[in-house]
């Protein structure tokens, strides 16, 4: 038996920057993950719940550069069925940002037509004072201000407008220097302020507005790590939402609008975790079309809906899979993706358990740290808390594995180091002690335990339960 390390308290250890040196008795599995994102390969992960999966997919995903595209959907003026996939870099996005400025001159009230300045609710029709368009009434002469309407409602596109209290517009022509009349407009702002609008920029508006008139599905700035456990169609593959009104020309919401992301596409140039793969059943055959194709169109999942009817096309999902299921869930993992993974990736059988070695424990030491410290909300534990829990994760190796060592089915330890903290905490300690790591393993038994301890079975508590059952009901119903 090898001896426990001597800390004071988990204060002292230290913790690795390294994602994948925080995984622990996993050596073989995590230098097969440390390939994965250098040479763009797939990962199946195979073990018992609480063996590190879902930590060698996130650590993958932190090695990952950051993405340099975002997804968008853009309507289709010529198929509304058909909204358009528009992939925009960094670059391309700051150069629509700088398109999307201000058009229009700035103009003071001084200097526009006096019906215009009227008609914006910046001059009294009855005296001539100016004064903020937010005040109805004049200042000076007490009249009501005129605030009508947008006379030139219609002229530019729909989304250009607004309601009459915040942005108006008013029209008007002049002689250009060639000599023939051009419309001018002057809009007022949702700040007070006056543009004036030439008829090129007029136009320049028009193209704005059209360019707008997008969704953006996968942002530039995003998580490489997606995580789908046993997702629905929806979720893994995207969807375009139902409307109500049918598309209603002033009512409904265009289909661009409803265009919804799955997991695969905001996967897109990072990690996709799928937990429990095993229990998605028909739809890994999606999950194996996207992998080959990194690229899968998002439609309407429900026949009923209206969105039924429309389709984005190849929309990007370029994304290294990670999937994880326990040993018996194996056979349930369609045979087509398990080949796509071993010929373009790898599988790797995680340990459940790990040789009782001090070096191996000064491991076990440092995820008692590494989960206190996650945890946020628990006490430190001390030198004979720490031998406790050791002592423990070797007595679940022997229960569950039959095996002599540390056990790497971590989850079950974690449940221990938290109800510990928890009741040091609630006893405002400053360190978690044996005596609550003690009270922490018989609290944290599986109730099947706690059952058989109690009432001697499962078959007792069935019966002591049919009793009281026929007891209630009377003796004639009994």
């Known amino acids: 038996m090898a001896k426990i390390p001597d800390y004071q308290s988990t204060k002292d250890v230290i913790i690795p920057k390294d994602p994948f040196e925080r995984i622990i008795g996993q050596d073989e599995s995590v230098a097969i993950a440390k390939m994965v994102p250098y040479q763009r390969r797939h990962l199946l992960l195979v073990g018992p719940p609480g063996t590190g999966k879902s930590m060698i997919a996130q650590a993958i995903a932190s090695v990952l550069p950051p993405p340099t595209i975002e997804l968008s959907v853009l309507e289709n003026q010529e198929n509304q069925d058909k909204p358009i996939i528009e992939i925009r870099s960094a670059s391309q996005i700051q150069v629509d ?33 100016l004064s903020a368009f937010t005040e109805s009434m004049c200042p000076q002469c007490g009249a009501a201000k005129i605030q009508r309407g947008n006379i030139f409602e219609g002229y530019l596109p729909p989304q250009m407008d607004a309601s009459p209290e915040t942005r108006m517009r008013v029209a008007t022509t002049r002689r250009a220097i060639t000599g023939k009349e051009e419309i001018i407009i002057y809009e007022r ?30 942002p530039l700035k995003r998580s490489c790590f997606v995580q789908a456990t046993g997702g629905t169609e929806t979720e893994l593959l995207g969807d375009i939402r139902h409307d109500p009104y049918g598309g209603h020309q ?76 326990n040993i018996n869930d194996v056979k349930q993992i369609t045979p087509p993706l398990r080949s796509r993974i071993r010929g373009d990736g790898y599988e790797v059988l995680m340990n459940a358990y790990m040789e ?118 009377g003796p004639e119903t009994a």
């Not at 999307?100 to 001084?110: N, R, Y």
């Not at 429900?302 to 929309?315: F, I, K």
């Not at 406790?388 to 994760?393: D, F, K, T």
């Open 97 to 129: 940002k700088n398109s999307d400025k201000q058009v229009g001159a700035e103009v003071s009230p001084l200097n526009v037509p006096s019906f215009v300045a009227e008609r914006l609710g910046f001059r009294c029709r009855r005296c001539g004072a």
């Open 356 to 473: 009782d070695t001090l070096q191996n424990q000064e491991k076990t030491i440092q995820f008692i740290a590494q989960e206190i410290i996650k945890d946020g909300k628990i006490p430190h534990a001390d030198t004979a808390s720490i031998s406790a829990l050791i002592e423990e994760s070797k007595a679940i190796a022997r229960k569950i594995d039959n095996a002599k060592g540390l056990t790497l089915r971590l989850r079950n330890l974690a449940g221990i180091i938290k109800m510990a903290g928890d009741m040091a905490t609630m006893q405002k300690k400053e360190l978690i002690e044996k005596k609550d790591v003690i009270a922490a393993i018989k609290e944290a038994r599986p109730i099947e335990e706690k059952v058989r301890e109690k009432y001697g079975s499962w078959w007792a508590v069935e019966a002591a339960d049919h009793g009281m059952k026929n007891e209630k009901a």
């Open 189 to 218: 702002t949702t700040d007070g302020k006056i543009l004036m609008l030439r008829q090129d920029e007029i136009k320049k508006l028009e193209e704005m507005s059209k360019k707008s008139k997008r969704k953006v599905i996968v």
């Open 250 to 325: 002033n009512l409904g919401t265009p289909v661009y609008q409803r265009v919804v992301p799955g997991a695969v596409h905001e996967a897109h140039e990072g990690v996709l975790f799928i937990d429990e793969l095993s229990t998605l059943g028909e739809i890994q055959r999606y999950i194996l079309t996207a992998m080959q194709d990194k690229a899968f169109s998002i439609v309407g999942r429900n026949p009923m809906s209206s969105g039924a009817a429309a389709r984005v096309d190849m929309v990007p999902c370029d994304f290294l899979f990670v999937g994880a299921c």
